[in-house]
């Protein structure tokens, strides 16, 4: 009995490894397939309790623009101005390059490639497959789940849970940006009210 429950152990654990490596592997492929795109521009659904909204973002290197409801998010990778459209101000802060979260830096969200995230597979649900996310620094909290075309290795769907709450971001639409990425101009915002929290 003993022998038999070691060897269903030995299994577990050995199927556990193996959908590891299938998770490491598709995330690889999912920052390949980002990476071939270079600058690129996104249209993207949130979704967080009752609120609905649709949104946009470009990103170019570290650079990035994101347009969603009332509000604008430049950043050019050190600076981000985060504009209230609807309140008339601007919040300046530094950038956390180290963030996964599309709505915080885009530039970083498909990338969990050696970055300090454990992965798992959760889910397969035809050509899709879902990763779970879990980021190896204690002071880090909550789950990253992501969603992936398993033929094109396209990102679908990141949802967010830390404790009750849950964002759910669906990628609506991923395509090669020929443009620059819009950058901040404080002339176009010189009514509105400077908050910097650097």
């Not at 193996?18 to 492929?29: C, F, G, H, N, V």
């Not at 990338?111 to 300090?116: C, E, K, P």
């Not at 454990?118 to 980021?135: F, N, V």
């Not at 880090?140 to 964002?167: C, H, M, N, Q, S």
Request: charged share 30%.
């Amino acid at each position: 009995m003993r022998k038999l429950i070691l060897s269903a152990f030995v299994l577990l654990m050995s199927l556990s490894a193996m959908a590891d490596e299938a998770s490491k592997s598709t995330l690889q492929r999912v920052a390949r397939y980002v990476e071939a795109l270079g600058a690129y521009d996104a249209e993207f659904k949130v979704k967080a309790g009752d609120y609905v909204v649709e949104g946009e973002y470009a990103v170019d290197g570290d650079n990035y623009y994101i347009v969603l409801d009332a509000a604008e998010v430049y950043s050019d990778g050190k600076v981000r101005y985060e504009v209230d459209n609807n309140r008339e101000e601007v919040n300046v802060d530094n950038v956390d390059l180290t963030s996964r979260n599309v709505l915080d830096n885009p530039t970083r969200c498909f990338d969990f490639v050696d970055s300090g995230y454990e992965s798992k597979m959760y889910a397969q649900d035809g050509a899709e497959t879902t990763i779970h996310l879990r980021s190896t620094d204690p002071a880090i909290e909550g789950d990253i789940f992501l969603t992936v075309d398993v033929t094109t290795a396209k990102p679908k769907r990141l949802e967010y849970k830390l404790y009750d709450d849950v964002i759910v971001v669906d990628v609506l639409s991923l395509k090669k940006r020929a443009e620059r990425v819009k950058s901040f101009n404080k002339s176009a915002y010189k009514d509105y009210e400077m908050i910097d929290f650097r």
